[in-house]
């Protein structure tokens, strides 16, 4: 299951300093709605650190969660490329969250001055899509699967590395259930076991990896990169 795409991180530093313009810093608890669905809206925002959803309702009420954004994302940036401003999900903190509100205007001129800005924004649609597809086959995973999936993803995005060794943030139990398509009580019976034979730690900041084994045995983990090319 892929992690949030850093768009910061593929972009040059003039074309970073002009997107980054005049723009707002803003911080909020855990649980604040940042978007609604079928809201109107152009403000896009750029993930400082923190965690946030993406999810939809059903008429009956039930909660499907889409995507998890974390550093480096960006929140909003449909509505740039849409003749309706309209937001299509509602999206929620799950952690405090601090982030860029970018001025609509920068990141348009942006789009518009620079092919390589256009590249990566590409880039970024196709990573949702990925993401979007992995969640869709996870649901067709045994419940283990699942719920080490969701702590993984979860556990990478909290920090600036990347890294599945960093701790899962102390979100209530519901929100890991839901994420991972399970019950409640479900949920809480595996992270238990996973406790219990020691593939989790419970530290200060939250539950931690001890060893990645399980995530590497189902494909979890996202591909090594390669070396570099030697000159």
């Not at 959803?53 to 954004?69: C, I, N, Y």
């Not at 309209?86 to 929620?92: E, F, G, P």
């Not at 943030?169 to 399970?182: D, K, R």
Request: charged share 20%; aromatic share 4%.
């Amino acid at each position: 299951m892929a992690s949030g795409y850093r768009i910061l991180e593929a972009i040059t530093a003039d074309l970073r300093e002009r997107l980054l313009h005049d723009h707002r810093v803003v911080s909020v608890p855990a649980n604040h709605h940042l978007m609604f669905a079928s809201d109107w809206g152009e403000d896009v925002y750029l993930v400082h650190s923190g965690i946030a959803k993406a999810r939809s309702l059903s008429e009956q009420g039930e909660e499907t969660v889409v995507s998890l954004m974390g550093p480096g994302s960006l929140i909003g940036d449909l509505a740039v490329f849409t003749t309706l401003s309209l937001r299509t999900v509602d999206v929620i903190s799950l952690t405090p969250i601090t982030f860029w509100k970018l001025r609509h205007r920068a990141l348009q001129e942006a789009m518009e001055s620079s092919p390589d800005f256009m590249r990566v924004i590409a880039c970024l649609q196709a990573h949702r899509l990925c993401s979007l597809g992995e969640r869709l086959m996870l649901m067709n995973e045994d419940a283990t699967t699942r719920l080490l999936a969701t702590l993984s993803l979860l556990a990478r995005l909290n920090g600036p590395n990347d890294d599945p060794f960093q701790p899962v943030p102390a979100i209530p139990q519901q929100e890991i259930a839901v994420i991972s398509g399970l019950s409640r009580g479900t949920a809480s019976t595996l992270i238990n076991k996973l406790r219990a034979n020691r593939t989790l730690e419970p530290t200060d900041d939250g539950l931690r990896f001890t060893t990645l084994v399980p995530l590497q045995r189902r494909g979890l983990l996202p591909p090594l990169k390669p070396p570099p090319a030697q000159p």
